[in-house]
């Protein structure tokens, strides 16, 4: 049986849920990543909503924002 790779005592892993109608979710997100900083985030979405970002991307595109 092959070894899983040790992972350093310094590896986080944040998980954060969001509820999509909620007025002040995209300053608390904001907030989170500023914070945390994340190397890698992943994202869960259904096959409709990837069908829809696909459709609708650029016009959505305006109301991102992006952590630098």
Do not use: C
């Not at 945390?36 to 994202?43: A, Y």
């Amino acid at each position: 049986m092959e070894q899983l790779p040790i992972i350093g005592s310094d590896t986080r892993l944040f998980v954060l849920g969001v509820i999509h109608r909620d007025e002040s979710g995209h300053e608390l997100l904001h907030e989170w990543m500023k914070r945390i900083k994340p190397d890698v985030i992943t994202l869960e979405f259904s096959n409709y909503r990837l069908m829809f970002r696909k459709e609708r991307g650029a016009e959505l595109d305006e109301n991102y924002f992006f952590v630098t």
